[in-house]
């Protein structure tokens, strides 16, 4: 996937915008940036940013050519997935019990966010395994902030002055007048 510089012509530039604009549009409704870098994150090895995105739809960069074959690719993924979607609503226009998607819903109550991760439970024994260092004692920030409101942290030590370096033998007019200024202060 690198890119390198193609010539496109504004024609086809305008072309690949379009594509680009019409496929997250049609899949995603009119806030279809983060929502077709979101679905790219899975199909491109390393994902797109949505900021890559913007500027692809804004013009701002040209749509590259490796991207088109993945437009394609998304954009019949997404169908499928919006006819799946269609036959679904029109069983449930027609009457009929279908059960709601598990797609793009937050998980259960009591499910793990991710496969492979334990739930977490609730209660005072959950409290104390995630937090064993909690006395159960309640705590006050503000109370905190006042304590230690009129301490100041400990500034480090300054660095030393550089060393002064042998003059090199030439100096202008003004650095000759102004020489005792620079000079240090405490040698």
């Known amino acids: 996937m690198s890119e390198t510089r193609e010539r496109l012509t504004p024609e086809e530039r305008a072309r690949r915008q379009r ?3 019409t496929v997250g549009a049609h899949l995603h409704g009119p806030s279809w940036q983060q929502a077709l870098s979101d679905r790219l994150e ?13 500027q692809w ?22 169908a499928a997935e919006l006819r799946r979607r269609a036959e679904d ?17 937050p ?8 496969p492979g ?7 005072p024994a959950a409290a104390a395994e995630a937090a ?13 902030v006042e304590q230690f409101a009129d301490k100041r942290l400990p500034r480090p030590a300054p660095e030393p002055a550089p060393e002064p370096t042998a003059p090199t033998g030439w100096r202008s007019a003004f650095a000759e007048e102004h020489a005792a200024r620079w000079a240090p202060r405490n040698a």
Do not use: C, H, Y
């Open 132 to 144: 064993p260092f909690d006395d159960g004692t309640a705590f006050d920030i503000d109370a905190l």
């Open 57 to 78: 739809a804004n013009g701002a960069k040209p749509v590259p050519g490796w991207m088109l074959p993945v437009l394609a690719d998304v954009a019949r993924d997404g």
């Open 42 to 54: 899975k199909v491109v090895d390393g994902g797109v940013p949505r900021v890559r995105i913007n």
């Open 117 to 123: 991760e334990a739930p977490l439970e609730s209660g």
């Open 19 to 21: 594509l680009l604009m």
């Open 89 to 105: 609503l029109d069983r449930i226009a027609a009457g009929e019990d279908v059960p709601p998607s598990d797609e793009g819903a």
């Open 107 to 114: 998980p259960a109550q009591g499910e793990p966010d991710a």
